[in-house]
């Protein structure tokens, strides 16, 4: 049950239309616009949502994530000289 998005040529409104099927968008005509019920409405390419607290930037998270995973993969001194350590015994 797809939700198509279009765009009214006449009065530049972008307005949601939920199909019950995907054929039934396909075969229809364009919905009339809920604003000023022109027929000369087209069907737009629809963006998709990313979900997340908001005021979120997510390049900021993308690249917080990125440098935890490189401390992550870091083994610090210590450890690797407790290693070196446990091999000889």
Not at 37 to 59: E, N
Not at 82 to 87: D, F, S, T, Y
Request: charged letters at 25%; aromatic letters at 8%; proline letters at 4%.
């Amino acid at each position: 049950m797809p939700i198509y998005e279009f765009i009214c040529e006449d009065c530049g409104n972008r307005f949601s239309k939920f199909f019950r099927a995907v054929s039934s968008a396909e075969e229809g005509e364009c919905p009339s616009c809920p604003e000023c019920a022109s027929l000369q409405t087209h069907r737009a390419l629809s963006s998709f949502a990313i979900h997340g607290p908001a005021g979120m930037d997510v390049r900021q998270v993308a690249a917080e994530n990125a440098q935890a995973q490189r401390e992550a993969s870091v083994t610090s001194k210590d450890q690797i000289n407790k290693w070196r350590g446990a091999k000889k015994n």
